[in-house]
């Protein structure tokens, strides 16, 4: 039987206009009503993501969202994923099965196209657990009272605005601090653009700080307007190569307190600069956003990832999932020298569906926190296995999206 809805890449301007009509009025109601928004959705969709739809039986765009082809670093490597965003559908086509189909049709294609994850934040989580997605990471968004108590800054490095010729210098800054953690992403060139560098939603201002030319550290923010006729320091992106850099950091946010009463700051939940603050008090969480993934292809994004490198054990799974047939079945995850090999066969001792296995690659959820659940079943072998394979730091991911 045909499904009433059916899945595909917006076929001209008008359906892309169509989406982002959707996208608009399901995602951000307030905006203003005139063509100016939905013109300058259609230039940032028009290349280097994939924006796609679902239509109803007449052939009307009813819902879609925008995919991010980029990487996510585990273990040192960078595994492949779609991030997505931008998720909507109208009112008149929600509860009917619009958004299964959209998000079943986008996880095929990824498939197809060898695609190792997917990834997003939720605004609801079950339409996107029937998809298999689970929670496997963290954000927080920090609030810090100005001025912080730091660490004494020496005063060697140099800020200055940021210039174009600058950016190799702060992707090298970011991928130096992205490649050691757990699930930050491997930007892509749009994502670094579209919303890093120029970020259409905020009027940034960007810095680097600098000795004898040498680039240590980058800092991007805006202000936010406060109730006291000040403003709050928003902090879209920082990161740094040295010591010194992040002292600098900090020492150029504490600069903004005759004007700024709190500074806020994004994060994967342990941040180098908590060990650059005297003391504990001054700062707080002010959210904390869990990101959900998904495994698209098993093997593909076991083989890929990185583990550490005193690790070698072998782990037997049996993996169901409804979705992608090539999935299901059983295989042996063989590590050792920080790399995997993936094989079919083996004695399935840890069973679990696709769904429970995000929270375990990443490190979210250990395999015996998984059996509390009634996640999976296994035997003590395989749990010892699992937890010396996915080990690492705590998953997290400083950017939204």
């Not at 298999?132 to 020496?154: I, M, S, T």
Request: glycine share 8%; with cysteine.
């Amino acid at each position: 039987m045909k499904h009433p809805y059916q899945y595909g890449a917006p076929a001209d301007e008008t359906e892309l206009r169509a989406l982002g009509d959707v996208v608009i009025a399901a995602l951000a109601p307030t905006l203003p009503t005139d063509d100016v928004v939905t013109t300058r959705w259609i230039e940032r969709v028009s290349s280097g993501v994939d924006p796609r739809v679902v239509r109803d039986s007449q052939g009307r765009v009813a819902g879609g969202l925008v995919n991010i082809p980029q990487g996510q670093w585990f273990g040192g490597r960078s595994v492949s994923t779609g991030a997505i965003t931008a998720v909507g559908v109208a009112p008149e086509h929600r509860g009917r099965g619009a958004a299964s189909q959209l998000m079943a049709g986008l996880i095929r294609e990824l498939h197809q196209r060898n695609v190792a994850l997917s990834c997003l934040y939720p605004a609801t989580q079950p339409v996107y657990r029937s998809a298999d997605y689970e929670r496997a990471g963290q954000h927080y968004r920090y609030r810090l009272q100005l001025p912080p108590v730091l660490q004494r800054d020496d005063g060697v490095l140099r800020a200055r605005p940021m210039l174009a010729e600058d950016e190799p210098a702060v992707r090298a800054i970011y991928n130096l601090n992205a490649r050691n953690s757990t699930g930050w992403f491997d930007r892509s060139d749009w994502f670094w653009q579209r919303m890093i560098l120029h970020s259409h939603r905020y009027r940034l201002r960007s810095y680097v700080f600098e000795r004898d030319g040498s680039i240590e550290a980058y800092i991007s923010f805006t202000h936010e307007a406060e109730p006291t006729r000040r403003y709050d320091l928003v902090l879209t992106d920082l990161r740094a190569s040295t010591a010194d850099g992040w002292r600098a950091l900090l020492a150029f946010i504490s600069a903004h307190q005759s004007m700024a009463p709190h500074a806020f700051i994004r994060g994967d939940g342990v941040e180098q600069w908590f060990s650059l603050l005297r003391e504990q008090q001054g700062f707080e969480v002010n959210q904390r956003d869990d990101w959900m993934l998904r495994v698209v292809d098993v093997p593909r994004a076991l083989r890929d990832r990185g583990y550490a490198q005193h690790v070698t054990a072998a782990l037997h799974l049996e993996v169901t999932d409804p979705l992608i047939e090539a999935n299901n079945g059983r295989w042996v995850l063989s590590v050792a020298n920080g790399r995997a090999t993936v094989e079919r066969g083996g004695e399935g001792r840890l069973a679990l569906s696709v769904r429970a296995l995000a929270p375990l690659y990443t490190g979210y959820l250990h395999a015996r926190a998984l059996a509390q659940l009634g996640w999976c079943e296994l035997d003590e072998q395989s749990a010892d296995a699992a937890s010396s394979i996915f080990s690492g730091p705590a998953p997290g991911m400083p950017d939204v999206f």
